[in-house]
């Protein structure tokens, strides 16, 4: 149980372009959803918190115009990168929290891998 | 904040020995803990939790013991075998904080055969 499911895994795309990455809990409702960056042997960084039906939450830093997020069921989340940049390249990884009691572990999407060229 | 410039803290430990990975904990008000563990290029996976009502929690092979006194966490792994290789991360939930985590930085266990 508790499968959280990211598309795609790998993207190698131009400078410019827009980058949808979706997330989705297979198995579980999550009201709650969380898009992660993360630079190779360093920990995970919080981006934003993804609510469904409502506008996400946005860590300080982290441009919600750059970083489009949509939570528009209880299974899935899309984070978009628009207008894509070398430096926006990295790994990005979403999870998601089931429904219910506050207290339950947060389920990972094995990631996505963004190079921009 | 960001711990630019340290190199992940590694352990390396002989298959078959018993593993201990630490960590400190920042927020005394945290209630919730859990230990994830991240092979390389995949997402986090979850290994074992435990609520502040509780000082010892015990799985398959890994046991959490937790002191909230000195806010300390520690992951210990039994028989540690090859697939335990990986990166080991704790994180806390903050009471009220809307399951927000607050993440270690991580333990990078290499386990020699």
């Known amino acids: 149980g508790a499968v959280v499911s990211q598309h795609p895994s790998r993207v190698i795309c131009k400078s410019g372009t827009s980058v949808k990455i979706e997330c989705r809990s297979l198995?579980?409702?999550?009201?709650?959803m969380f898009w992660y960056r993360q630079f190779p042997k360093k920990s995970l960084m919080l981006m934003a918190t993804?609510?469904?039906?409502?506008?996400?939450?946005?860590e300080q830093g982290v441009e919600k115009d750059k970083f489009l997020i949509n939570h528009a069921s209880l299974t899935l989340s899309t984070l978009t990168v628009t207008s894509a940049h070398p430096e926006d390249s990295s790994f990005y990884i979403c999870s998601a929290a089931s429904s219910g009691y506050s207290n339950q572990p947060q389920h990972f999407g094995d990631g996505t891998r963004l190079s921009i060229l | 904040g960001e711990s630019v410039g340290l190199h992940l803290p590694t352990l390396s430990v002989q298959e078959g020995d018993n593993s201990i990975i630490n960590c400190a904990y920042s927020n005394s008000a945290s209630d919730y803990f859990i230990w994830y563990k991240q092979e390389s290029g995949k997402g986090p996976q979850f290994i074992i939790d435990?609520?502040?009502n509780m000082d010892k929690r015990q799985g398959q092979r890994v046991t959490v013991l937790l002191n909230k006194t000195v806010k300390h966490l520690s992951l210990q792994i039994a028989a540690t075998q090859p697939g335990d290789s990986a990166v080991y991360f704790c994180?806390?939930?903050?009471?009220?904080?809307?399951?927000?985590?607050?993440w270690g930085l991580g333990t990078s266990l290499a386990v020699n055969p």
């Open positions: 994180a806390e939930n903050l009471m009220g904080n809307n399951r927000k985590l607050i």
């Open positions: 198995d579980f409702q999550a009201t709650t």
């Open positions: 435990i609520r502040s």
């Open positions: 993804s609510n469904e039906g409502s506008k996400a939450t946005y």
